[in-house]
């Protein structure tokens, strides 16, 4: 899903309840539950942007508000930010960490 073409950043994500985020040495560590055995060995390591990024995805902000945090915290290119934004939301999006906001799965049984 590209998010330029889906929503832009006008769009809004949250975090699939299915995914739970645990920090561990200063790394956020997203783990699948209620997936089926062979899955269960993936965890995924989100670096400190990406960490933000899942943190901000609550639903209730557009990915426009949270690119705005990203420049202003971590002091990044705009255009970059932008570009890096619409990566990392559609890799969570292609992983299952996020959805739409509105479109919340329920917890899979397998």
């Not at 995914?19 to 997203?30: K, T």
């Not at 055995?37 to 989100?46: R, S, V």
């Not at 990406?50 to 915290?73: P, T």
């Not at 990392?88 to 959805?99: F, H, P």
């Amino acid at each position: 899903m590209k998010i330029e073409q889906q929503a832009g950043l006008g769009g809004k994500f949250q975090q699939d309840p299915n995914i739970v985020s645990r920090v561990v040495a200063d790394e956020v560590i997203l783990v699948p539950i209620h997936r089926r055995a062979e899955d269960m060995d993936l965890i995924y390591t989100l670096n400190e942007t990406a960490a933000r990024v899942w943190e901000l995805s609550d639903g209730q902000r557009s990915l426009a508000e949270i690119h705005q945090v990203l420049v202003r915290e971590f002091e990044v290119d705009p255009a970059q930010a932008e570009k890096d934004l619409a990566e990392l939301v559609e890799g969570l999006l292609g992983i299952g960490a996020l959805v739409e906001a509105g479109n919340q799965p329920q917890h899979r049984h397998h």
